[in-house]
């Protein structure tokens, strides 16, 4: 795994809606290199999601 490559913050980028109110439901976005990895699993307080898979411009390939 190229760990390098891993990568997500809190700019409008990752989540949507960028500045999200109290309670609202937002999508978070986690991007890896190409073909690295076969799934993202958010982990919380309360338990863990795994990340839907999407490509992006240029081949890329993020989770959602």
Known sequence: MKEQALFCD???SYVNPP???ENET????FRTA???VDRVR???G???Y???RIR???DQLAFE
């Open 10 to 12: 809190g700019t409008a």
């Open 19 to 21: 500045q999200p109110a």
């Open 26 to 29: 937002i999508t978070l976005r």
């Open 34 to 36: 190409k073909d690295d």
């Open 42 to 44: 958010l982990m919380t």
């Open 46 to 48: 309360v338990g863990g």
């Open 50 to 52: 795994d990340m839907k």
């Open 56 to 58: 992006l411009l240029h």
